[in-house]
């Protein structure tokens, strides 16, 4: 089946259907020779977070590709500390200022308040996504969504939103495929991100990936990222070493006949990371100047 080089969101929005990530690049040098190097690449959709400390130096390396801003979709996301109406909205400001731009064309909540945390984790989450509504209709995102929300935490939000979210980021990939969310989110017209696609190289020696990818000659990593493209799932991956990236954006040659998708399909759960929204912010260790993955 051939797949297009955008999807549609709910709000006709096209957005690249091939993203490249950016979590774990350290900011600076490193960062901005990765992007560099995805843009080069063909990549036109850049996934970053203020969790992973290096948006300003995505921003740098978007300002100085050469490429109009209008071509190029950016994706940020609103860490944990700052949840609730006033805070998301405070924290979105500096997210721009840092970028140096009038807009973003995609704004995500990082993951879900949870009850093991939060005894108001509803009213929390509402709160963050009401301020996500206003930052829409405002103009100052093209497209809002979440990400890590299983339907336990969507169902009650789509209660009281007045915008369904347009996209959920989650942790998908041959190894964790999330079927019940994927299904959800599917049934209500949000598009499925796939944080992980190639299950941080944990799962890209698997027999099963590794035959179907020795068939077509291509690596397992561009099959799970081909995978999920057929799936209807917009794949985001992440390497920082050139020839892997321009390889990560080479899957529109070729495609997986159905009995090859069914083999990958009925793969068991093998890869998953062990990070879930009910579990997350409770096991979170590190303090917000300490660990990578925080401001």
């Keep these: 089946m051939s797949v297009p080089r955008s999807f549609t969101l709910a709000n006709r929005l096209q957005i690249p259907s091939t993203g490249y990530g950016t979590w774990q690049i350290p900011f600076g040098e490193e960062t901005e020779k990765a992007v560099g190097s995805a843009l080069a690449a063909g990549f036109r959709h850049i996934d970053t977070a203020a969790a992973y400390g290096n948006d300003f130096s995505v921003a740098a390396a978007v300002n100085s590709s050469g490429i109009a801003r209008k071509d190029i979709f950016i994706s940020g996301k609103l860490w944990i500390n700052k949840r609730g109406y006033d805070a998301a909205l405070k924290a979105f400001k500096q997210t721009l200022k840092r970028f140096n731009m009038d807009y973003l064309d995609l704004f995500l909540i990082h993951w879900p308040a949870a009850p093991k ?6 009213e929390l989450n509402d709160d963050t996504w009401r301020a996500f509504q206003t930052l829409y209709n405002d103009g100052l995102v093209r497209a809002v969504g979440v990400s890590n929300f299983t339907p336990f935490y969507l169902a009650p939000l789509l209660e009281k939103a ?8 989650i942790e998908y990939h041959p190894g964790f495929m999330q079927k019940e969310t994927a299904a959800f989110c599917q049934g209500v017209g ?3 991100e796939a944080w992980s696609p190639l299950g941080s190289g944990r ?8 035959n179907i990818a020795e068939k077509y000659g291509r690596s397992s990593a561009q099959i799970c990222i081909r995978w999920c ?7 985001i991956s992440r390497s920082v070493n050139p020839e892997r990236i321009k390889e990560n954006a080479a899957v529109f040659d070729f495609e997986l006949p159905h009995e090859d998708m069914a083999v990958i399909n009925a793969l068991p759960d093998f890869g998953g990371s062990g990070d879930n929204p009910d579990d997350f912010e409770a096991n979170l260790k590190e303090t917000p100047q300490v660990s990578g993955r925080m401001l």
Excluded: A, D, S, T
Aim: aromatic residues 6%.
């Design 203 to 210: 799962i890209l020696m698997r027999k099963e990936l590794l």
């Design 162 to 169: 007045e915008i369904v979210p347009m996209v959920n980021q």
């Design 190 to 192: 949000i598009l499925i």
């Design 117 to 122: 945390v939060y005894e108001n984790w509803k």
């Design 229 to 235: 493209l057929q799936n209807g799932v917009l794949p």
